[in-house]
C-alpha cells in the first residue's frame, strides 16, 4: 500500500443531508488534491459509486466495508454473505481489488474465524488486499488475527469516545482508523442537526437532555483550542494525532476538508494534551439500546 497521509475522508453521510453526486465528487477531490490519499466508504454508504468515478485509483489507499446493507431501505447484519457484498463493491467502485476491506459490524452469530477465513479467501483471489474490522472488542481481534493478519481496525473514537481497543492495535501492529472523530460533528465547531431525519436524533448524547451537559465540555475544548490557536475540530484532530490514531472525518463541506487537513501541521502542548486526555465523559451513550447491541463491547 502507499503511505497514507495522516488525515483521511469518510464519506457515509448519514446526518440529514446528502450531496449530490457532483457535489461528493467536489468534496473527494478536493481532498486529493490537497494530499489525503485514504478514502473510506462502504456498501451501507452508498457512496462507492462516487469514490470509483472521481478518484484515481492508482494514487489512492481504497477502504470499504461488507457485512452490513440495506435491503428495502432496511439494515441487514448478514456476515456469511460478505463474499456477495465484496464483489458488489468492486463493480460500484470500477475496480478489480479493494485496498482495505473491513467487516462492518460482526453479527456474533457466526465465528469471527469463520468470517476472516472468507475474508482470507478474497485476499488469496486478489479481490482484495487487506482485512479490517470494525467495532470489535480486543478479544475479538485477538481471535481474527490469530487466522489472519489484520491490517486496521475501524471504530468510534474521539475526544468523548475512547475504548482499550487502541492499545491492542498497537500491540499487534495494526492500524488504529477513527470515525467520527469530531464527535458527530460535535466538536466541529456551529453544528447543525436536521430533526426530521438527522441519524443523531435517535443518539443519546444529541437528546435535549444530555447535549446540554455536553456543551460544558464543548467549552473546555473551545478554551484550549482557543490557547493552542486553532478550531475545535483541528485540535479534535491533533489530539487523536498524537496517538497514532488515524482519524476519517467527514463532511460536506470544502473549507472544513482544508481545516481539517492543516490539523498536521498542529503540535499541541504537553499540557493541553493531558487537560485533552482528563476531560470529563460525555453524558448519554454512544447509541439507542438497540444500535448498542450491534457492538462487540
Aim: charged residues 25%; hydrophobic residues 35%; glycine residues 6%.
Amino acid at each position: 500500500m502507499l503511505n497514507i497521509f495522516p488525515i483521511g475522508l469518510g464519506t457515509s453521510y448519514s446526518y440529514g443531508f446528502r450531496p449530490s453526486a457532483e457535489e461528493i465528487g467536489k468534496l473527494l477531490t478536493t481532498a486529493y488534491d490537497n494530499g489525503v490519499n485514504f478514502f473510506d466508504t462502504a456498501a451501507m454508504y452508498n457512496t462507492e459509486i462516487e469514490v470509483g468515478r472521481y478518484l484515481p485509483r492508482s494514487n489512492i489507499v481504497l477502504a470499504s466495508k461488507g457485512g452490513m446493507t440495506r435491503i428495502d431501505g432496511v439494515k441487514v447484519i448478514d456476515n456469511l454473505n460478505i463474499r456477495r457484498d465484496c464483489e458488489a463493491s468492486l463493480s460500484r467502485l470500477d475496480t478489480d481489488c479493494i485496498d482495505l476491506y473491513y467487516l462492518h459490524r460482526w453479527d456474533k452469530t457466526t465465528p469471527i474465524e469463520d468470517i476472516v477465513g472468507i475474508m482470507s479467501d478474497l485476499v488469496r483471489e486478489g479481490k482484495i488486499r487487506a482485512i479490517g474490522l470494525s467495532e470489535v472488542s480486543d478479544t475479538t481481534i485477538r481471535r481474527a488475527h490469530s487466522i489472519h493478519p489484520i491490517d486496521a481496525v475501524q471504530s468510534e473514537y474521539s475526544l468523548w469516545t475512547q475504548n482499550s481497543t487502541v492499545e491492542t492495535c498497537q500491540e499487534l501492529d495494526i492500524k488504529f482508523v477513527a470515525f467520527s472523530p469530531l464527535g458527530r460533528g460535535f466538536f466541529g465547531g456551529e453544528m447543525q442537526i436536521n430533526r426530521v431525519e438527522d441519524l443523531r436524533n435517535h443518539m443519546p448524547r444529541f437528546l435535549p437532555e444530555n447535549y446540554q451537559q455536553n456543551l460544558r465540555l464543548l467549552d473546555q475544548v473551545k478554551q484550549l483550542a482557543d490557547k493552542e490557536n486553532c478550531t475545535t475540530a483541528q485540535l479534535s484532530l491533533a489530539w487523536l494525532l498524537t496517538k497514532n490514531i488515524i482519524p476519517i472525518p467527514g463532511t460536506t463541506n470544502c473549507q472544513h476538508i482544508l481545516e481539517n487537513i492543516a490539523s498536521v501541521d498542529i503540535r499541541l502542548s504537553t499540557e493541553t494534551i493531558k487537560k485533552l486526555d482528563s476531560l470529563s465523559p460525555a453524558a448519554g451513550e454512544r447509541y439507542n439500546e438497540q444500535m448498542m447491541k450491534e457492538l462487540d463491547f
